[in-house]
């Protein structure tokens, strides 16, 4: 028995059909590129605003969990 999940169409743009997988990667891809640009503005050595401080956290914690799923030690 074989189970086939398909992308739902949503519309077509110049015979291109726009699938909802489509269109949620091309919005997560747009938001994670203008919050790189915000926070590569003004960047410091030490953290001199809070959305630098934030993304340096999120950062080295997916760092961090990566890194203990692969056994490395820096």
């Known amino acids: 028995m074989e189970v086939t999940l398909h992308a739902e169409k949503l519309f077509h743009i110049a015979g291109l059909p726009i699938t909802n ?41 997916i760092f961090s969990t990566i890194e203990s799923l692969s056994d490395n030690v820096r």
């Open 21 to 61: 997988t489509l269109l949620t990667t091309l919005i997560t891809t747009t938001l994670i590129t203008v919050f790189a640009v915000l926070v590569s503005k003004k960047v410091s050595l030490i953290p001199s605003t809070k959305l630098q401080l934030v993304s340096e956290i999120v950062i080295e914690n």
